[in-house]
């Protein structure tokens, strides 16, 4: 069973910066996506950011962008979240996801793997 595992959460002040990781129990096993979603309390699911193992693009939601950076090991089988710049509405928990096909990087249909979840919680 692969699973995805999860860490680097945590309490931060604003302004302040968190790294998540996330590593795919199976180092064999392949993924065309992986990424991270969270998820605010009474808030919905929402897409943060994604890269494509094939072409190196990475995609990012346009709250974050320019101060959360995406990337990934050489294995492509770990990838990691750097967060800069935290503001108290990135209080969320975050989960790591992974896709075994390609597809749209902000659909959460083609995620198969999900994360437990890490809480990220920035005070102002």
């Known amino acids: 069973q692969v699973q995805l595992v999860e860490s680097g959460g945590g309490l931060v002040q604003a302004g302040g910066s968190l790294r998540l990781s996330c590593a795919v129990s199976?180092?064999?096993?392949?993924?065309?996506?992986m990424g991270w979603f969270r998820q605010a309390p009474g808030k919905e699911r929402e897409f943060v950011a994604a890269?494509?193992?094939?072409?190196?693009?990475?995609y990012y939601a346009d709250s974050i962008k320019g101060r959360f950076t995406i990337n990934g090991d050489n294995a492509k089988t770990t990838v990691f979240l750097q967060m800069n710049s935290l503001k108290p509405e990135d209080t969320a928990v975050y989960y790591c996801?992974?896709?075994?096909?390609?597809?749209?990087?902000?659909?959460?249909?083609?995620?198969?793997?999900w994360g437990q979840g890490t809480q990220v919680t920035v005070s102002s």
């Open positions: 890269i494509r193992w094939t072409s190196g693009n990475t």
């Open positions: 199976e180092r064999t096993f392949r993924t065309y996506i």
């Open positions: 996801v992974a896709a075994p096909r390609s597809g749209r990087y902000s659909d959460t249909n083609i995620y198969d793997y």
